[in-house]
């Protein structure tokens, strides 16, 4: 976890080095911590208080404020909630982009989220700053002082993806009056857009789906997404649960496939042809790909290896040069409340409280 610490004056810049080894002793290599001061202009140089004042917050705008905003997945900030607000403002999107913000006091007193505090992680990571400093932790956010589920930071937990924000505000807030709300799992399209089991119902995609890709040397990056947006709305597949592209070593430099991979923000394995060679299993076979790749099958073999060795949704397809193949790995999901409804339909196993 990356983590940045930014302070204002030099009570803030000690207690910055107080707090990074208080963390790094707790956590050592788990956290790379980037200490920042921005001090303003001493007044015995000879300018007024006002001019010494407008340098410090001119000081906010500087590229350290923005670089560690956009690059650090945790922000703390020594000082008032009212200097990290400004500072912070120009650079805000949405709760599911923006890093952790924190603010802490330069006597340690208090630690408070700002911003992302479920998804970004500022909640628990609030939680971890008030152990090791001995602050008193100020929670905001309605599910953690009404102690109500919080599914944004349940769908974080168990790697899962929420299909439809405004949706999720809609069950929150239903769940916090009280009324019937249910789960929906699956990595179906047309159950994702459509299926409403439940007064309220939030959709979680489940990241099990693994992409068996083979392609001729230079496939661009369109080509290959355009593909394998046609084969998932065939098969009616969610994207989003697309956990990893998978294929030979050989092609582990093609650019297309590293960025197809990138922009589905899923991981990329590749595996030797002797890896795939030695998988037992029913898999379609090509002389012509034994003989370019020392393998009779890439894709369908790939996805089996990486789903570790789970279920065929989608048997190799063929277009223009590129095969395709999906496979879904069985998971688990835990700890669902009692107090929420579900409905699965997907590889998924679900295990509630009575049966965890």
């Given amino acids: 976890m990356e983590i940045g610490i930014i302070s204002f004056t030099q009570a803030g810049g000690l207690l910055a080095e107080k707090i990074a080894s208080l963390l790094m002793a707790e956590e050592g290599s788990a956290y790379k911590i980037e200490k920042i001061c921005l001090l303003g202009r001493s007044r015995t140089d000879g300018s007024s208080g006002a001019a010494c004042k407008k340098e410090q ?87 953690d002082v009404n102690d109500t589920f919080a599914v944004d930071v349940f769908a ?70 355009e593909f394998v947006k046609e084969t998932t709305a065939r098969y009616d597949l969610c994207e989003e649960s697309i956990a990893a592209i998978a294929s030979i070593d050989l092609k582990k430099e093609e650019k297309g496939i590293l960025k197809l991979a990138e922009s589905l923000q899923s991981a990329v394995c590749f595996y030797s042809a002797e890896q795939l060679r030695e998988i037992e299993g029913s898999f379609s076979s090509s002389e012509f790909v034994s003989q370019i790749t020392g393998v009779d099958n890439v894709c369908e073999r790939a996805a089996f290896l990486a789903s570790g060795r789970g279920r065929c949704l989608v048997a190799r397809q063929a277009k223009d040069g590129m095969t395709i193949a999906v496979y879904e790995k069985q998971c688990e999901v835990t700890d669902l409340p009692e107090e929420i409804c579900y409905q699965n339909s997907t590889g998924l196993r679900i295990l509630c409280h009575e049966s965890a």
Avoid at 62 to 84: D, M, R, Y
Avoid at 178 to 202: M, Q, V, W
Wanted: charged fraction near 25%.
């Fill in 57 to 143: 917050e001119d000081s906010l705008t500087l590229s350290g404020v923005t670089q560690a905003f956009w690059h650090k997945e945790v922000l703390l900030f020594i000082g008032a909630c009212g200097i990290a607000v400004r500072a912070i403002a120009p650079h805000l999107k949405d709760k599911y982009t923006d890093p952790a913000v924190l603010v802490m006091d330069e006597r340690a007193h208090f630690v408070i989220p700002l911003l992302s505090g479920h998804i970004g992680g500022a909640n628990a990571f609030g939680k971890k700053l008030a152990q090791v400093s001995g602050s008193s932790l100020v929670l905001t956010t309605a599910t």
């Fill in 156 to 225: 974080k937990e168990k790697k899962l993806c929420i299909y439809d924000r405004e949706q999720l505000k809609r069950f929150s807030a239903a769940l916090l009056e009280g009324t019937e709300c249910g789960i929906l799992f699956t990595n179906r399209k047309s159950e994702a857009d459509n299926a409403r089991p439940y007064e309220h119902t939030a959709v979680l995609l489940p990241r099990n789906l693994y992409l068996g890709i083979g392609c001729r040397r230079g496939k661009g990056f369109a080509e290959l997404s």
